[in-house]
C-alpha cells in the first residue's frame, strides 16, 4: 500500500516536468511509475495472501477449539446447547470470526498508511496537509454514532437465522415421524414464517449499512472538493504548483481507499462480534469444576449408584427398574444418572457411583464406568461390524449381544441385503441414523451395541418401546442373563420388564417415592398401579385378586 501512497507524487513530477518542458524529468517521473506498478502488483499480492491466511487460520483454529470441546463434553453439549446454535456456530460464525481478522490486517495496513500520508503533507505543503490532516479522521469518526444500530440490527438477523436453522435441524431430524402423522405442513408454515423473519432482518440491516456506505461516499467526496477548491485558489495565487496541486489531488483520491477500509472493519467488527460471544459461550462451557480436573482421576469407579436430587439408589450388582409417570422426568434422570445433568441444582452435587460424584471425575473414565442409552439412540452409517467396534471391557463379544437383544430377524434381513455373495450381516451397509431399518430393528441394534460395551453400570431409556410384548420378554431375559453382576438401570413402565428386575423404584413429582418388587408396589401403591397398568379400578380390584391367589399358592408349595 505503500507504493500506491507514493503513486500520487510519481504523477504529480510527471506533470510539473510537462508544464516545465523537462524530457528527463518526464522520463524519470515514467520510470518511477513503471517501478512503482510493479512493486505495488507485488504488494498487492502478498497483502492478500496474508489477510486471506489470517482468515483462514483464524476460522480453522475456532473449528479445531469447538471440535476439541464437542469431544471433550460428548453428548452433555447439545443438552446445554441447541444443536442448531452449534451447527451455526461452527459454520457461519467462524466465517464471521476469520473475516475479522482478515479485515483487522488490512485495516493495520491502511491506518499505518494514512498516518504517514497525512504527516508527509503536512511537511510537503502545509497548507493543504493541514486540511486533509483534519478532515481525514472527521471522515473516520463520521459513522460512529450509526454502528450500535447496525450492530443491534445484525445481531437481530443473527438471532433470528440461528432460530431457523434450529428449527430446520429439528425438522429433518424428525421428518419420519412428521410424515408418519401428517405434521409437514405444519412445520413448513413454521419454517416459512421463521425464514421471512431473517429476510426482513437482513433487510434491516442491509439498510443501515447501505447508509453508512452512503455516508463513506458523499463526505469523502465533500473533502475531495474542498481540497480542489482550496488548491486552486492557492495555484491561482502562485503558492504552489500545478504538479503539486495534482500530486495533493491524486493523494486524497488515494486516502478514499484506507477510509473503505475502515468501513470494511466497522462492518466485520459488528458481525464478528456476537458470533465471537456465541463461540466463547460454547467454548466456556465444562463439564466438571476446573479445581477438581485431576482430583478424582485414577479413582476406582464401583459401587451403588445413587442420585441426591431425587433419591434413586441402584444397588450394584443388580437390575433396577424405574417408573416415572412423565417421560421427560425419565430423561432428565437417566441423564443426572449419566453425570450429564443439564443443569445443576446449587448445593446438590451430581450421581454418586461408589460415593464419588460422576461430575468430579475425567470425562473418559466416566464414560468408562456408566453408559446411557437415551430414549431414540443414534446409529451412524457404516457395516454392522463396524457399528459394535466399540471400546468395551471384551467380556461381551457381539454374538452374546445381538441374541440378548433378540436381533435374529434383524441378522437375517441384513444378510439378504449384503451386496456380495458372502450373506454375512456383519459386512453388510446400515444407512445414516439406520433409516434402512424399522424402528424397533434400530432400538435392538443400539441395545446390542451397549451390551458390548459392558460398562460397570448401564442405563437404559425405554429400550423396548418400539418392539412387541413377545420379543420385549425375551429381550428383558437376555438383559438380566447377560448382565448378571453387573449394575443396570432402566427406566420403563413395561409390567414384563418390572417384573425381571430385582428392584423397582417408583418415581414421583422427581422423588424416588416407593420401593420393592414389581408385585410389591402393585399391591400396595395405587399411584405406581395407575401409572404401569393404566386400567380401570374395577380391573385393578381382579387383577389384585388374581395376584392375591398366586401368591397364596406360592407360599403353600
Given at each position: 500500500?505503500?507504493?500506491?501512497?507514493?503513486?500520487?507524487?510519481?504523477?504529480?513530477?510527471?506533470?510539473?516536468?510537462?508544464?516545465?518542458?523537462?524530457?528527463?524529468?518526464?522520463?524519470?517521473?515514467?520510470?518511477?511509475?513503471?517501478?512503482?506498478?510493479?512493486?505495488?502488483?507485488?504488494?498487492?499480492?502478498?497483502?492478500?495472501?496474508?489477510?486471506?491466511?489470517?482468515?483462514?487460520?483464524?476460522?480453522?483454529?475456532?473449528?479445531?477449539?469447538?471440535?476439541?470441546?464437542?469431544?471433550?463434553?460428548?453428548?452433555?453439549?447439545?443438552?446445554?446447547?441447541?444443536?442448531?446454535?452449534?451447527?451455526?456456530?461452527?459454520?457461519?460464525?467462524?466465517?464471521?470470526?476469520?473475516?475479522?481478522?482478515?479485515?483487522?490486517?488490512?485495516?493495520?495496513?491502511?491506518?499505518?498508511?494514512?498516518?504517514?500520508?497525512?504527516?508527509?503533507?503536512?511537511?510537503?505543503?502545509?497548507?493543504?496537509?493541514?486540511?486533509?490532516?483534519?478532515?481525514?479522521?472527521?471522515?473516520?469518526?463520521?459513522?460512529?454514532?450509526?454502528?450500535?444500530?447496525?450492530?443491534?440490527?445484525?445481531?437481530?438477523?443473527?438471532?433470528?437465522?440461528?432460530?431457523?436453522?434450529?428449527?430446520?435441524?429439528?425438522?429433518?431430524?424428525?421428518?419420519?415421524?412428521?410424515?408418519?402423522?401428517?405434521?409437514?405442513?405444519?412445520?413448513?408454515?413454521?419454517?416459512?414464517?421463521?425464514?421471512?423473519?431473517?429476510?426482513?432482518?437482513?433487510?434491516?440491516?442491509?439498510?443501515?449499512?447501505?447508509?453508512?456506505?452512503?455516508?463513506?461516499?458523499?463526505?469523502?467526496?465533500?473533502?475531495?472538493?474542498?481540497?480542489?477548491?482550496?488548491?486552486?485558489?492557492?495555484?491561482?495565487?502562485?503558492?504552489?504548483?500545478?504538479?503539486?496541486?495534482?500530486?495533493?489531488?491524486?493523494?486524497?483520491?488515494?486516502?478514499?481507499?484506507?477510509?473503505?477500509?475502515?468501513e470494511e472493519i466497522a462492518m466485520a467488527y459488528s458481525f464478528s462480534r456476537p458470533s465471537a460471544q456465541r463461540a466463547a459461550r460454547v467454548l466456556a462451557l465444562r463439564r466438571t469444576d476446573p479445581s477438581t480436573d485431576d482430583g478424582a482421576r485414577g479413582v476406582v469407579l464401583a459401587g451403588?449408584?445413587?442420585?441426591?436430587?431425587?433419591?434413586?439408589?441402584?444397588?450394584?450388582?443388580?437390575?433396577?427398574?424405574?417408573?416415572?409417570?412423565?417421560?421427560?422426568?425419565?430423561?432428565?434422570?437417566?441423564?443426572?444418572?449419566?453425570?450429564?445433568?443439564?443443569?445443576?441444582?446449587?448445593?446438590?452435587?451430581?450421581?454418586?457411583?461408589?460415593?464419588?460424584?460422576?461430575?468430579?471425575?475425567?470425562?473418559?473414565?466416566?464414560?468408562?464406568?456408566?453408559?446411557?442409552?437415551?430414549?431414540?439412540?443414534?446409529?451412524?452409517?457404516?457395516?454392522?461390524?463396524?457399528?459394535?467396534?466399540?471400546?468395551?471391557?471384551?467380556?461381551?463379544?457381539?454374538?452374546?449381544?445381538?441374541?440378548?437383544?433378540?436381533?435374529?430377524?434383524?441378522?437375517?434381513?441384513?444378510?439378504?441385503?449384503?451386496?456380495?455373495?458372502?450373506?454375512?450381516?456383519?459386512?453388510?451397509?446400515?444407512?445414516?441414523?439406520?433409516?434402512?431399518?424399522?424402528?424397533?430393528?434400530?432400538?435392538?441394534?443400539?441395545?446390542?451395541?451397549?451390551?458390548?460395551?459392558?460398562?460397570?453400570?448401564?442405563?437404559?431409556?425405554?429400550?423396548?418401546?418400539?418392539?412387541?410384548?413377545?420379543?420385549?420378554?425375551?429381550?428383558?431375559?437376555?438383559?438380566?442373563?447377560?448382565?448378571?453382576?453387573?449394575?443396570?438401570?432402566?427406566?420403563?413402565?413395561?409390567?414384563?420388564?418390572?417384573?425381571?428386575?430385582?428392584?423397582?423404584?417408583?418415581?414421583?413429582?422427581?422423588?424416588?417415592?416407593?420401593?420393592?418388587?414389581?408385585?410389591?408396589?402393585?399391591?400396595?401403591?395405587?399411584?405406581?398401579?395407575?401409572?404401569?397398568?393404566?386400567?380401570t379400578d374395577e380391573e385393578l380390584g381382579v387383577e389384585l385378586a388374581e395376584l392375591k391367589k398366586t401368591e397364596h399358592i406360592e407360599e403353600s408349595a
Amino acid at each position: 500500500m505503500a507504493a500506491v501512497a507514493v503513486f500520487p507524487v510519481a504523477v504529480g513530477f510527471a506533470v510539473q516536468a510537462v508544464v516545465d518542458r523537462s524530457g528527463a524529468r518526464l522520463a524519470v517521473a515514467g520510470g518511477l511509475m513503471a517501478l512503482l506498478g510493479v512493486l505495488t502488483a507485488l504488494g498487492d499480492t502478498m497483502l492478500h495472501r496474508t489477510a486471506v491466511t489470517n482468515w483462514i487460520t483464524a476460522a480453522a483454529r475456532v473449528q479445531q477449539l469447538l471440535a476439541r470441546k464437542t469431544a471433550e463434553l460428548g453428548s452433555a453439549l447439545t443438552r446445554r446447547v441447541a444443536a442448531g446454535e452449534v451447527v451455526a456456530v461452527s459454520t457461519g460464525d467462524v466465517e464471521k470470526i476469520g473475516w475479522f481478522v482478515e479485515a483487522l490486517s488490512r485495516f493495520a495496513s491502511a491506518a499505518v498508511t494514512t498516518l504517514a500520508v497525512c504527516v508527509a503533507l503536512v511537511i510537503y505543503q502545509p497548507a493543504l496537509g493541514v486540511v486533509i490532516a483534519i478532515g481525514v479522521p472527521v471522515l473516520t469518526l463520521a459513522v460512529l454514532p450509526l454502528l450500535p444500530h447496525a450492530t443491534k440490527r445484525a445481531d437481530e438477523q443473527r438471532e433470528k437465522a440461528g432460530r431457523a436453522t434450529e428449527l430446520a435441524s429439528d425438522t429433518v431430524a424428525g421428518l419420519r415421524v412428521l410424515r408418519g402423522i401428517g405434521g409437514e405442513e405444519l412445520f413448513l408454515t413454521r419454517y416459512r414464517r421463521a425464514s421471512q423473519e431473517v429476510r426482513k432482518a437482513a433487510v434491516r440491516s442491509a439498510r443501515m449499512w447501505a447508509l453508512i456506505a452512503a455516508v463513506q461516499v458523499a463526505l469523502p467526496g465533500l473533502l475531495l472538493i474542498a481540497v480542489v477548491w482550496y488548491g486552486v485558489g492557492l495555484a491561482q495565487d502562485g503558492r504552489i504548483g500545478v504538479g503539486e496541486l495534482v500530486t495533493v489531488y491524486g493523494v486524497v483520491t488515494f486516502l478514499l481507499f484506507p477510509l473503505r477500509q475502515f468501513e470494511e472493519i466497522a462492518m466485520a467488527y459488528s458481525f464478528s462480534r456476537p458470533s465471537a460471544q456465541r463461540a466463547a459461550r460454547v467454548l466456556a462451557l465444562r463439564r466438571t469444576d476446573p479445581s477438581t480436573d485431576d482430583g478424582a482421576r485414577g479413582v476406582v469407579l464401583a459401587g451403588d449408584l445413587y442420585d441426591p436430587e431425587s433419591g434413586l439408589l441402584a444397588p450394584a450388582g443388580l437390575l433396577t427398574t424405574v417408573v416415572c409417570g412423565d417421560p421427560d422426568v425419565a430423561g432428565r434422570l437417566a441423564d443426572r444418572l449419566g453425570g450429564h445433568a443439564a443443569e445443576r441444582v446449587e448445593g446438590v452435587p451430581s450421581a454418586l457411583l461408589g460415593g464419588v460424584a460422576l461430575d468430579e471425575v475425567p470425562l473418559d473414565e466416566a464414560r468408562a464406568a456408566v453408559l446411557v442409552q437415551d430414549k431414540d439412540p443414534v446409529l451412524m452409517s457404516g457395516t454392522l461390524a463396524e457399528l459394535l467396534d466399540v471400546p468395551s471391557s471384551g467380556a461381551v463379544d457381539a454374538d452374546a449381544a445381538l441374541t440378548a437383544a433378540q436381533c435374529g430377524d434383524v441378522l437375517a434381513a441384513l444378510a439378504q441385503a449384503s451386496v456380495d455373495d458372502s450373506g454375512d450381516p456383519m459386512r453388510t451397509r446400515i444407512t445414516e441414523r439406520g433409516r434402512s431399518l424399522s424402528g424397533g430393528q434400530r432400538q435392538r441394534l443400539a441395545l446390542a451395541r451397549s451390551l458390548v460395551t459392558d460398562p460397570e453400570v448401564l442405563v437404559l431409556d425405554e429400550p423396548t418401546s418400539a418392539v412387541d410384548s413377545h420379543t420385549e420378554a425375551r429381550i428383558a431375559d437376555g438383559v438380566r442373563g447377560l448382565r448378571e453382576g453387573r449394575t443396570t438401570v432402566v427406566f420403563s413402565s413395561s409390567p414384563l420388564l418390572l417384573d425381571r428386575a430385582d428392584r423397582v423404584v417408583f418415581v414421583r413429582d422427581g422423588r424416588a417415592a416407593a420401593v420393592g418388587t414389581h408385585r410389591e408396589l402393585l399391591r400396595d401403591d395405587s399411584a405406581y398401579r395407575a401409572v404401569v397398568t393404566r386400567e380401570t379400578d374395577e380391573e385393578l380390584g381382579v387383577e389384585l385378586a388374581e395376584l392375591k391367589k398366586t401368591e397364596h399358592i406360592e407360599e403353600s408349595a
